[in-house]
Nanobody, 117 residues
Framework: QVQLVESGGGLVQPGGSLRLSCAAS????????MGWYRQAPGKQRELVATVTLTSVNSIKYADFVEGRFTISRDTTKNTVYLQMNSLKPEDTAVYYC?????????WGQGTQVTVSS
């Protein structure tokens, strides 16, 4: 059983930065893929970034990231981070932590990110 708890959302100015955290209830080494999705009002949930925990970590970003975001992990804290820089109003969404292991998908409760002047 895996629980994912997110934090770090909030209100920031355009061009500002924010770091999201996702704490897992078990070792993230045991979770094959972890990452972040987001969902804006009236839109479908979309992938932001993932990291696959293999012998070499495979990291993927959505095109809209454009080099602005960085996904990372801290295995000692069972935590995955999303560092977001140069935020735009269109980044406003609920951001969800995601984990995948075997046939199972795990989701956090979501944290609101609002980018506005």
């Amino acid at each position: 059983q895996v629980q994912l708890v997110e934090s770090g959302g909030g209100l920031v100015q355009p061009g500002g930065s924010l770091r999201l955290s996702c704490a897992a209830s078990r070792s993230i080494v045991s979770i094959y893929t972890m990452g972040w999705y987001r969902q804006a009002p009236g839109k479908q949930r979309e992938l932001v970034a993932t990291v696959t925990l293999t012998s070499v970590n495979s990291i993927k970003y959505a095109d809209f990231v454009e080099g602005r975001f960085t996904i990372s992990r801290d295995t000692t804290k069972n935590t995955v981070y999303l560092q977001m820089n140069s935020l735009k109003p269109e980044d406003t969404a609920v951001y969800y932590c995601y984990g995948h292991m075997g046939p199972y998908d795990y989701w956090g409760q979501g944290t609101q990110v609002t980018v506005s002047s």
